[in-house]
């Protein structure tokens, strides 16, 4: 538990803005979901907006709105769905005991 003034001020800070955070990245998924299962335009302009609103909040970086754009993209000018690139599994190696 915070024990200073200041230290209580900024748990309430933190905890307003954490919800805030969350409502963004709800409507973030919420609209990326739309646009990838949807083929409509106005579904990825929508994605388009909520992705360049959550970087210009800082709520994700710029680069990551930018690549998931990039993706979206390619996803409506190709009607494929995007698969993420499997990744390779590591080996398990047994130490000596």
Do not use: C, W
Request: proline content about 5%; cysteine-free; hydrophobic content about 30%.
């Amino acid at each position: 538990m915070p024990i200073t003034r200041s230290a209580v001020k900024k748990l309430r800070v933190d905890k307003r803005k954490t919800e805030h955070n969350k409502r963004i990245k709800r409507t973030l998924k919420v609209a990326l979901k739309e646009a990838i299962s949807s083929s409509k335009p106005e579904a990825l302009i929508k994605a388009y907006s909520t992705l360049d609103k959550a970087a210009k909040r800082g709520i994700i970086h710029k680069n990551t709105a930018s690549r998931k754009k990039s993706n979206l993209a390619k996803q409506f000018k190709s009607d494929k769905p995007i698969t993420k690139k499997p990744t390779a599994k590591r080996k398990k190696i047994n130490k000596p005991k």
